[in-house]
């Protein structure tokens, strides 16, 4: 899906944001999604603040989050906050189709 919305999108900018979350919605209806604010130990170039990304995200059901990979901080809650809604929703699957292999309690009768 990524080279999909790379090209409707054109660009990871801020301002391409509502269009990238668009796209995705508009191929997955209810994908979880995530906003994402890098290179925070910069703050000398930040462009985009925290209150126009958190309202961003709040309009957008998005969870936000800063990171800094150089400063090794806000990596892991952004990999677990995307992994637990996928991990679900995986279980969530496997159970259907469990329950689907069994079939029904009575034995069909």
Same mark, same amino acid.
């Given at each position: ?40 130990? !910069? ?8 209150? !126009?990304?958190?309202a961003? +995200?709040?309009?957008?059901s ?16 952004? !990999? ?6 996928? +991990? ?7 159970? +259907? ?13």
């Amino acid at each position: 899906y990524k080279r999909q919305y790379q090209r409707r999108v054109h660009g990871y900018s801020f301002q391409a944001c509502e269009k990238y979350v668009q796209a995705c919605r508009g191929e997955r209806a209810g994908v979880p999604g995530m906003l994402v604010g890098t290179k925070f130990d !910069m703050a000398d170039r930040i462009e985009v603040t925290d209150e !126009m990304a958190e309202a961003f +995200a709040s309009q957008n059901s998005l969870e936000y989050h800063k990171v800094s990979t150089v400063r090794n901080q806000g990596v892991e809650e952004v !990999m677990l906050g995307l992994g637990k809604p996928f +991990a679900a929703a995986y279980e969530r699957k496997i159970r +259907a189709i469990s329950n689907n292999q069994n079939g029904p309690a009575d034995g069909g009768a």
